[in-house]
C-alpha cells in the first residue's frame, strides 16, 4: 500500500492490479453497463455488411453512435464522486479546466490583446486553436504578413482540451474508411496523416511516439478489430494485435501522444516570434475574402482562412447544414500508480477513451452516448450525466481510486460523410474544420492545405484527399 498527497489530501492507493485482471474488469464493467441500458450495447454495434453511417463515425476519441441518432438516454442519473463544490477537491479552478494546465507552458506572453484598430495582412486568420495556428506558422514560413484574431484566448478551446491523441487516418477506422471512401482514398488519407504525426514530432519534442491501442470491451468488438488488423496489414499499414494489461484488440505503432495545450502555446510563441500579429477577445463579426470584422476592429487581407472547427457553422452559415457542434467532455485525475499506462488507449469503437500522463495523471473522456441529445449545440461544461459515465469508468472500468482533479468540455465539429471541410466558401474564404472529433492531427494538415489553395492555388494533397 502506498500513499500520495494531492491537493492536502492523503490517498490511499492500492498496488497496481496483476495484469490480467485489468482487461475482465473492463469487460464486466461494460457487461454490467449493457444489462443496465442495452442500448449503448453490443447490438448497437454495426455488422461489417451494413453500410456505415458516417454521422456516427467509429473511431477516435468521440464517436458517436452506429446508427448516426443517439439512443435516449435512459441512465439512471449518475452523480459524479467528486464534482466541483463536493466535497472532494474541485475538478480544476473553475470546474471547467483541461489537465494539460498542470504541465503546460504558463500562458505569459500569450495574453494577447483584443483587436482595436485597422490592419493589413496577405492572410486573416480565424480561430488561434491548433489548425489556426498551423495555418499561420505556414504563412509565415512562406513570407506573408498575418493577422490572426480569436473569440477567446489561444487554444482556449477543442485545441486546448482534448485527449492529446495523436491517430493517423479519418475519424473512421481503417476498415470502415476503406468500405467508405474506397482503398485509394483511405490509404490516402492514412498515409498522408501518418506524415502529419511524423511532422508534428519532429517539430515538438513533447510528443511522444508511444503509439496507440484499439481494446474490446466484448466479443463482438473484438471481431471488428480482427476486420480492422487484417484490412490494415493487407494495405501494408503498420499495426500488431495487442493482449495486454489494457485488454485484447491491436497496437498502431506509429500513433502518437502530446499535451495538445503546450503544442498550441508553442506554436502561438513561435507565431509572435515570427511576425504574426495575434488577438484574444476579437470574434469575427462579418467574413469576407478581403475584410473580417470583429467587435472592434478590421482586418483588411487577400484570404482568410476560418478555422473554427465547430463554430464554423455560425462564422459562415453556408456551413451549418454540414458540421454540426458537438460537446464532448473529459475529466483528470492526480498523479497515481495503480495502472501504468503507456500510450493511450481507446476502447467501445473509440466512444470511451483514456491515457496516462508521464506525471502518472489519467486523463479519461468520452461517453457522449449517453449524454445524447444533450451533447448537441451544448454549451461547453461538464455536464452530470456524461462526467458520471466517465467516474464510473475510471472507478469500475479501470479501477482507478485517485482523486479527479479537473473536469473539463468542448465544442468539436461533426460532418455526415465523417471528412472534414477543407474548401473554399466564399471569394478568397477557405474554411476547416467538422473533423469529428480527431483534428489533432487533420486540423494541422488541413489548415496548411488551405492555406496552398489560398496563396499557391493548387494542392497535390487536397487532390489526393478529396474528390474533386
Ligand atoms: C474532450 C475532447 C477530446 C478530444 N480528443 C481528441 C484527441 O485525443 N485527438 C484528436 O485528434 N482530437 C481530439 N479532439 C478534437 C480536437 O480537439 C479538435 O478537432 C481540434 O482541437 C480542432 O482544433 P481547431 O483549432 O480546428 O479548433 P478549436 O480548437 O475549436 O479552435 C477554434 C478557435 O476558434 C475560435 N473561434 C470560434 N468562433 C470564433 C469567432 N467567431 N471569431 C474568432 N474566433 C472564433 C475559438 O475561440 C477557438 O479558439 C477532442 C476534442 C474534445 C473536445
Given at each position: 500500500?502506498?500513499?500520495?498527497?494531492?491537493?492536502?489530501r492523503?490517498?490511499?492507493?492500492?498496488s497496481p492490479?496483476p495484469?490480467?485482471s485489468?482487461?475482465?474488469?473492463l469487460a464486466d464493467?461494460?457487461?454490467?453497463i449493457?444489462?443496465r441500458d442495452?442500448s449503448?450495447?453490443?447490438d448497437?454495434?454495426?455488422?461489417d455488411?451494413?453500410?456505415?453511417?458516417v454521422?456516427s463515425?467509429?473511431?477516435g476519441?468521440?464517436?458517436?453512435?452506429?446508427?448516426g441518432t443517439p439512443?435516449?438516454?435512459?441512465d439512471p442519473?449518475v452523480?459524479?464522486?467528486?464534482?466541483?463544490?463536493?466535497?472532494?477537491?474541485?475538478a480544476?479552478?473553475d470546474?471547467?479546466?483541461?489537465?494539460?494546465e498542470?504541465a503546460?507552458?504558463?500562458?505569459?506572453?500569450l495574453?494577447?490583446?483584443?483587436?482595436?484598430?485597422t490592419?493589413h495582412?496577405d492572410?486573416?486568420?480565424?480561430?488561434?486553436?491548433g489548425s489556426?495556428?498551423?495555418a499561420i506558422t505556414?504563412?509565415l514560413?512562406?513570407?506573408?504578413s498575418?493577422?490572426?484574431?480569436d473569440?477567446g484566448?489561444i487554444?482556449?478551446?477543442?485545441?486546448g482540451?482534448?485527449?492529446?491523441?495523436?491517430?493517423a487516418g479519418t475519424?473512421?477506422?481503417?476498415h470502415?474508411?476503406v468500405?467508405?471512401f474506397?482503398r485509394d482514398?483511405?490509404l490516402a488519407?492514412?498515409?498522408a496523416?501518418m506524415a502529419?504525426i511524423?511532422?508534428l514530432?519532429a517539430?515538438?519534442?513533447?510528443?511522444r511516439r508511444?503509439?496507440s491501442?484499439r481494446?474490446a470491451?466484448d466479443?463482438?468488438?473484438?471481431a471488428?478489430i480482427?476486420?480492422?488488423?487484417?484490412?490494415?496489414?493487407?494495405?501494408?499499414?503498420p499495426?500488431e494485435?495487442?493482449e495486454g494489461p489494457?485488454?485484447?484488440?491491436?497496437?498502431v505503432p506509429t500513433?502518437a501522444?502530446?499535451?495538445?495545450l503546450?503544442?498550441c502555446?508553442?506554436?502561438?510563441?513561435r507565431?509572435?516570434?515570427?511576425?504574426a500579429?495575434?488577438?484574444a477577445d476579437s470574434?469575427?463579426?462579418?467574413v469576407?475574402g478581403?475584410?473580417?470584422t470583429?467587435t472592434?476592429g478590421?482586418?483588411?487581407?487577400?484570404?482568410?482562412?476560418v478555422a473554427v472547427?465547430?463554430?464554423l457553422?455560425?462564422?459562415?452559415?453556408?456551413?451549418?447544414?454540414r458540421v454540426?457542434?458537438l460537446r464532448?467532455q473529459?475529466?483528470?485525475?492526480?498523479?497515481?500508480?495503480?495502472v501504468a499506462?503507456?500510450?493511450?488507449v481507446?476502447?467501445?469503437?473509440?466512444l470511451?477513451?483514456?491515457?496516462?500522463?508521464p506525471?502518472g495523471?489519467?486523463?479519461?473522456g468520452?461517453?457522449?452516448d449517453?449524454?445524447?441529445d444533450e451533447?448537441?449545440g451544448?454549451?461547453?461544461?461538464p455536464?452530470?450525466?456524461?462526467q458520471?459515465?466517465?467516474?464510473?469508468?475510471l472507478r469500475?472500468g479501470?479501477?482507478v481510486t485517485?482523486?479527479v482533479t479537473?473536469?473539463?468540455?468542448?465544442?468539436v465539429g461533426?460532418?455526415?460523410?465523417?471528412?472534414?471541410?477543407?474548401?473554399?466558401v466564399?471569394?478568397?474564404?477557405?474554411?476547416?474544420?467538422g473533423?469529428?472529433?480527431?483534428?489533432?492531427?487533420?486540423g494541422a494538415?488541413l489548415?496548411?492545405?488551405?492555406?496552398?489553395l489560398?496563396?499557391?492555388?493548387?494542392?497535390d494533397?487536397?487532390?489526393?484527399?478529396?474528390e474533386t
Open positions: 500500500m502506498a500513499g500520495i498527497v494531492d491537493q492536502g492523503v490517498t490511499r492507493m492500492t492490479a495484469h490480467t485489468r482487461p475482465r474488469r464493467w461494460w457487461r454490467r449493457v444489462d442495452p449503448p450495447g453490443g448497437r454495434v454495426e455488422r455488411d451494413e453500410p456505415i453511417d454521422t463515425p467509429r473511431r476519441p468521440t464517436s458517436p453512435m452506429a446508427d439512443p435516449p438516454n435512459t442519473p452523480v459524479p464522486a467528486e464534482r466541483p463544490g463536493a466535497t472532494n477537491p474541485p480544476g479552478r470546474g471547467n479546466t483541461p489537465i494539460w498542470v503546460a507552458p504558463t500562458a505569459d506572453g495574453d494577447l490583446p483584443p483587436l482595436a484598430e490592419a495582412a492572410l486573416c486568420v480565424i480561430g488561434l486553436g489556426g495556428l498551423a505556414a504563412a514560413d512562406r513570407g506573408l498575418v493577422v490572426g484574431v473569440a484566448a487554444a482556449g478551446r477543442a485545441a482540451r482534448n485527449g492529446g491523441f495523436l491517430l475519424a473512421l477506422f481503417h470502415d474508411a468500405r467508405r474506397g482514398r483511405a488519407w492514412y498515409r496523416t502529419e511524423d511532422r514530432a517539430e515538438d519534442d513533447q510528443v508511444v503509439g491501442l481494446v470491451v466479443d463482438t468488438e473484438f471488428d480482427e476486420r480492422q488488423l487484417a484490412v490494415m496489414g493487407d494495405d501494408g499499414l499495426v494485435p495487442w489494457e485488454g485484447r484488440g491491436l497496437l500513433d501522444a502530446m499535451n495538445p503546450t503544442r502555446r508553442r506554436l502561438a510563441t507565431a509572435l516570434e515570427g511576425g500579429r495575434l488577438y470574434p469575427a463579426r462579418t469576407s478581403r475584410r473580417v470583429t472592434d478590421t482586418v483588411h487581407c487577400d484570404q482568410v482562412v472547427d465547430g463554430a457553422g455560425s462564422i459562415l452559415p453556408e456551413l451549418a447544414g454540426r457542434p464532448l473529459m475529466l483528470g485525475t492526480a498523479p497515481t500508480d495503480e499506462l503507456s500510450r493511450p481507446y476502447a467501445r469503437y473509440g470511451d477513451y483514456w491515457s496516462q500522463q506525471d495523471r489519467i486523463a479519461l468520452g461517453g457522449r449517453h449524454g445524447a451533447e448537441e451544448a454549451r461547453p461544461e455536464s452530470t450525466t456524461v458520471g459515465h466517465l467516474d464510473d469508468l469500475t479501470l479501477g485517485a482523486p479537473h473536469r473539463w468540455a468542448a465544442t461533426f460532418t455526415a460523410t465523417g471528412l472534414p471541410v477543407c474548401e473554399q466564399r471569394q478568397g474564404v477557405w474554411a476547416v474544420g473533423y469529428n472529433g480527431t483534428g489533432n492531427v487533420i494538415m489548415a496548411r492545405v488551405a492555406l496552398d489560398a496563396h499557391g492555388g493548387s494542392s494533397l487536397a487532390d489526393e484527399l478529396f
